[in-house]
């Protein structure tokens, strides 16, 4: 097993900081050369998709994306270790039920983990990793996260994380320099606010809404960075993280590694890994259509994700060529349809979130639309004054995203305790027009 080479590889890689865009490219066009043939030769479902479109791999650009339902229809023949997607969602529940240490699958090209995302609407991704490839995964986090990179590993780190289900991908890495604890989302709270207490660590992850609940019970940690996964990171909570020190955001979805923070904090695409074409999709948005350059065990060839994307346009103070996301704005499923004076129009999330944070004294909230015409605001804490305040801030802003605020109906509840373990959105819509639910 080479993955503690590959992982020191990757963590000592200073080549692939780009401060040219053109040198950045070529890097992308040598690496998609020897990529996408490997891939082609060894997954039926890539072949096939080039032979249906009449290109060539050279012409790998054009090629009709393709999206999760369409991922998970050819898993078995898309994935290049034999495994069918049946062994791949059988393993993968096992694990999370039993909350043992996923075993890894093994497969006629050796052992392989397997993964599910914890999408809370629409398909459950499904994900396939190789030992070497999360080694490489573990390098590229910490080069990014740990402060100084390589070379802040010459004192000791204490790495705490908080997830849902504990996933081999994480505990990559385990050495006198560097250890990691993970610390089991369904646990109660009082134990794990005391526990990683006493643990000290020096780098703090997990999803903003957990890293919050944790903070809010008690426990006061000093870590050097503050990293948020999972979960878009909402200003209310990257100031209230603050307090234990530096927050950064990792962006990160089943289909890969996407964007990591730089030194200045801002959150860079993965592009020397990942090649991303951007669709505009109108507002100022941007959806992703990926090409990972280097996953073999599950390839990503011009896969559109359901993210939507909020790019900076100016150059980064760190010079990295790499683009910048100013935010990830959400799950195109949660994007709402709501009417407006010429027929429906579409509101982003983001819009919501804006008027919504602004409420003076509201701590926390969620907004949903539920029918045509219907949004149910649920607040914490729910009172006359936020009630009024933030339905006013709702009509301003549907009004401004071209929606007809008298066409919509809102209704103002207090927002119920969270479920433990479950993902948090504060912006869905659980209505389906009639036409979304043929496709
Ligand atoms: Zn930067």
Redesign the pocket.
């Known amino acids: 097993m080479k993955a503690l080479p590959t992982l020191l590889a990757a963590l000592d890689d200073t080549r692939l900081t780009f401060r040219c865009r053109a040198a950045l490219e070529a890097h992308q066009a040598r690496l998609a050369h020897g990529h996408l043939r490997w891939v082609a030769a060894h997954s039926p479902a890539v072949a096939a998709r080039f032979r249906a479109a009449g290109l060539p791999l050279s012409r790998w650009r054009e090629l009709p994306p393709t999206d999760k339902a369409q991922m998970l229809a050819t898993f078995d023949t898309l994935n290049t270790v034999g495994v069918t997607l049946e062994q791949a969602l059988a393993t993968a529940r096992r694990a999370e039920q039993t909350r043992e240490f996923t075993p890894p699958l093994l497969t006629p090209r050796g052992p392989v983990t397997v993964g599910l995302s914890t999408g809370t609407s629409g398909t459950q991704g499904v994900f396939l990793v190789s030992p070497e490839e999360q080694a490489r995964w573990a390098g590229t986090v910490l080069r990014a996260l740990l402060p100084g990179g390589l070379r802040g590993l010459t004192r000791r780190h204490r790495v705490a994380f908080f997830l849902r289900a504990d996933s081999p991908l994480y505990r990559s890495v385990g050495s006198q320099r560097l250890t990691f604890r993970f610390f089991d989302l369904l646990r109660p709270l009082p134990d794990l606010v005391q526990e990683v207490t006493a643990y000290r660590p020096t780098l703090v992850v997990g999803p903003p809404a957990v890293l919050r609940a944790v903070q809010d019970a008690g426990a006061a940690l000093r870590p050097d960075r503050v990293v948020s996964v999972a979960e878009v990171l909402e200003d209310d909570d990257a100031r209230r993280l603050h307090a234990w020190g530096p927050v950064v955001q990792v962006y990160q979805a089943t289909e890969g590694l996407l964007a990591l923070p730089?030194e200045?904090g801002?959150l860079?695409l993965t592009e020397a890994h990942v090649h991303f074409d951007l669709e505009a999709v109108g507002g100022g948005l941007v959806r992703p259509v990926i090409t990972d350059l280097r996953r073999r065990a599950q390839p990503f060839v011009r896969h559109r994700l359901d993210d939507l994307l909020r790019l900076k346009d100016a150059p980064?103070?760190?010079g990295?060529a790499a683009r910048?996301v100013a935010a990830v704005v959400g799950r195109q499923d949660d994007a709402l349809r709501l009417p407006g004076p010429g027929g429906p129009v579409t509101v982003w999330p983001d819009f919501l979130r804006g008027a919504l944070a602004g409420v003076p004294d509201l701590r926390d909230y969620r907004a949903e639309q539920t029918s045509e015409g219907a949004l149910r605001l649920l607040l914490e804490p729910c009172t006359p004054e936020t009630a009024a305040a933030a339905t006013a801030a709702v009509r301003a802003a549907l009004a401004r995203s071209g929606a007809d605020p008298a066409q919509v109906t809102l209704r103002a509840s207090t927002l119920p305790p969270p479920v433990p373990g479950t993902k948090r959105r504060r912006v869905t819509r659980s209505w389906r027009p009639a036409a979304e639910e043929i496709l």
Do not use: G, S, V, W
């Open positions: 730089c200045h801002e860079h980064c103070p760190c990295r910048r």
